[in-house]
C-alpha cells in the first residue's frame, strides 16, 4: 500500500506524513495503486447490439434467417393451398409429361405409360356412359376413362357417384374400402376404392374410381385398377394424376 500525493500525485510510503517531492501534507488514509499491467474494466457502451459478443450475435443472425424461412413457407402455404396440383412429379423418378385432353378433361400421366388398342372393362353408372380411353403401365395399374352427360339423364354428380358405386357392388366379390369427397382445382371429386376378387384367378384386384365434372354438365370417370400389391405401391402416382385434372 502506499500514499499518493494529492497535490503532484507523486507516490509516498505508506508511513510518509508530507509528500518527499512536494511537502504537501499527506491525508490519513491510503489509496490503493493497481497492480502493474492491470487496467480498469469500464463498461461497454451504445446501444444493445454493440454490447453483445460474437457468438450472441451469430446465434441471432441464425435464428432471426429461420424464424424468415419459417414465415415465408406459411404464407405460400397460406397462398397457395393447392401447390400439390402443380407438382407432376411422384418421388424421384417418375415425371408425368404425357397430357391427356379430350371432351372438355385434361390430366397428365406418366411418359411410358402406354394406349389400349380396344376398349376396356369400365364399372360406371350406366349404359349411357361414353368410353374414352384406356391407359397401362408397364406394372399392370391401368386407367379406364369415360364421360357422361348429367344433364341428358337429368341426374346430379352425387347421384351419379351412387349409382357407380351400386353397379359396382352388385358384383358378389366386391367390397367398399373407402368413400371420400375432395376438391382438385376447383372441382368437386368423388373417389372410391373397392376389393374385387377374380372368380377365375381368384386374385384380389384393387378399384380406384374417381367421378368428377361439372354440375348439370359433363361427368368424367376416371378408373384405376390393378392387383392389390401394385395398387397399393402406386398410391402416390394415382394421387398426382388426379390431382392433375382439369375441366374446361
Sequence with gaps: MSKICPNCKSENEDSAEFCQECGTKLPQYSYSVPPAGEEKTEPKKGNWWSKQTNTVKVLTIVGGCCIGLIVIIGLLAVLFPD????????GDTTALTKTFSQNGLTFNYPDDWQT???????????????????????DGLTLHVSMGDLAAVGATMAQAKEATKTNIQGGSSAKLLSDTQTTVNGLTMYKM????????????????????????????????IAETSVFDNNQKLMDNILNSVKVS
Design 83 to 90: 401447390a400439390t396440383t402443380f407438382n407432376y412429379y411422384v
Design 116 to 138: 389400349a388398342t380396344s376398349q376396356g372393362d369400365i364399372v360406371s353408372s350406366g349404359s349411357s356412359v361414353q368410353y374414352l380411353t384406356s391407359l397401362y403401365g408397364s
Design 193 to 224: 376404392i373397392f376389393t374385387l376378387t377374380d372368380p377365375t384367378s381368384n386374385q384380389e384386384n384393387k378399384v380406384l374410381t374417381a367421378i368428377t365434372g361439372r354440375e348439370g354438365q359433363k361427368v368424367y370417370y376416371l378408373q384405376f
